[in-house]
């Protein structure tokens, strides 16, 4: 059978062709854009998720105690209440207490970045027999309940005399053992990992002692490690309440720990007068409380965000 390519229509082929083509690229197109929107979805459906609790606190914290028993209030009051955030920063003692919870939290998370820092070093920088093992049980105190070592630790502390001041933070920290301190280990180890062998060995060929090395060569490429360490630290001090109870006492009083008298102590500086007039310790003052709580750790991560995340990205990265 012989064929006459002289009678077979190229045009139509290629038209055919082309048509196939399209209709390739159309598919490509849509599941590119149905894969799009199921991602966006799944984001706004997450983050819808985490931001409900927050947008509820703020909601409720502007509501009068009208708002609260009207059944047609959900989220928006029928008037601003912002009464209930003067009441609350009263009863909170707010300004004097915020820079006590501050230096409370901000100090010992200054201390124990800096000493994780160094021993991440050590460990992502020196060969020495059983350093598998010590990293090993590094670790393997962030699975050791806080309850089990609570009371061997605060019965140490008191043999110190370094019960219900701030050294029942710092001595911890100083000493690598504080609050959570083997994750920030870790994050160092995997950021020193990234530095190159090459070049702190040329910088100890050039003379370079291990301290210079460690300061110019290696903390400049793990700055943001240090930046997630020290935000992470500094919120997990600050969140803290039962081991601040515990080793402070009533001497030193952070924002979370007084809220959780927030309604004792409202009662007691409210008149009788004044609570005739309506003035309760409602969900919404204390509502307002607890917003005030979180606000500046709202603001330091807004203002934070771009390089802590940065620093969640390069965690999992290794180097030479």
Known sequence: MKINFHTIDWNACQSTHGGIEMRKMNKQAFFRTGGRALIYLFLIVTGFVFLYPLLKMLSMSMMSSEDLTNPLVIWIPYQVNWSNYSRAILVLGYFETLWTTIYVSVLPALLQTLVCSITGYGLAHYRFKGKGLIFGLVLATFIIPTQITMI?????????????????????????????????????????????????????????????????????????????????????????????????????????????????????????????????????????????IILPLLILYFITQKYFIEGIEKTGITGE
Not at 265 to 279: I, P
């Open 152 to 292: 061997p630790q605060f019965l140490m502390y008191r043999d110190l005399g370094i019960l219900y001041s701030l050294k029942a933070y710092l001595l911890p920290a100083v000493m690598g053992q504080g609050m959570r301190s083997s994750i920030f280990v870790l994050i160092f180890y995997l950021f020193f990992r990234q530095v190159p062998v090459s070049l702190t060995e040329a910088a100890e060929v050039d003379g370079a002692r291990q301290l210079v090395v460690f300061f110019k060569v290696a903390v400049p490429i793990a700055l943001p490690g240090f930046l997630i360490s020290f935000l992470l630290s500094t919120v997990w001090y600050w969140n803290e309440t039962y081991l601040g109870s515990l080793y402070f006492g009533a001497e030193i009083k952070t924002l979370p720990m007084k809220l959780e008298n927030f309604v004792d102590t409202f009662n007691k500086m409210v008149s009788a007068s004044e609570s005739q007039a309506g003035a309760t310790a409602n969900e919404s003052v204390q509502m307002a409380g607890t917003f005030l």
